[in-house]
């Protein structure tokens, strides 16, 4: 058996980077089209694309939930 997961450990800490890095490039992708007066089709690639970001975001803002709840679980049974 693995490390166990816990809040602050390394799959913790490489599950906040990925939501950051997702919400990175969609603000990013977001900004493109806010600020380059896209094409229509070009625009609604991008949106697809964020929309495709914000669902790798939501993935791991639920995986840190879960490691959380975990850690939490752990500690009552130990009490």
């Given at each position: 058996?693995?490390?166990?997961?816990?809040v602050?450990?390394?799959?913790?800490?490489?599950?906040?980077?990925?939501?950051?890095?997702?919400?990175?490039?969609?603000?990013?992708?977001?900004?493109?089209?806010?600020?380059?007066?896209?094409?229509?089709?070009?625009?609604?690639?991008?949106?697809?694309?964020?929309?495709?970001?914000?669902?790798?975001?939501?993935?791991?803002?639920?995986?840190?939930?879960?490691?959380?709840?975990?850690?939490?679980?752990?500690?009552?049974?130990k009490?």
């Amino acid at each position: 058996m693995g490390t166990p997961r816990e809040v602050g450990g390394y799959i913790w800490r490489q599950e906040v980077n990925r939501a950051l890095q997702a919400n990175k490039l969609a603000r990013k992708k977001l900004t493109r089209i806010l600020e380059d007066g896209l094409g229509r089709q070009r625009t609604v690639f991008l949106l697809a694309e964020i929309s495709q970001q914000l669902g790798v975001e939501l993935e791991a803002l639920v995986e840190l939930e879960k490691i959380g709840e975990e850690q939490a679980e752990s500690r009552r049974e130990k009490e």
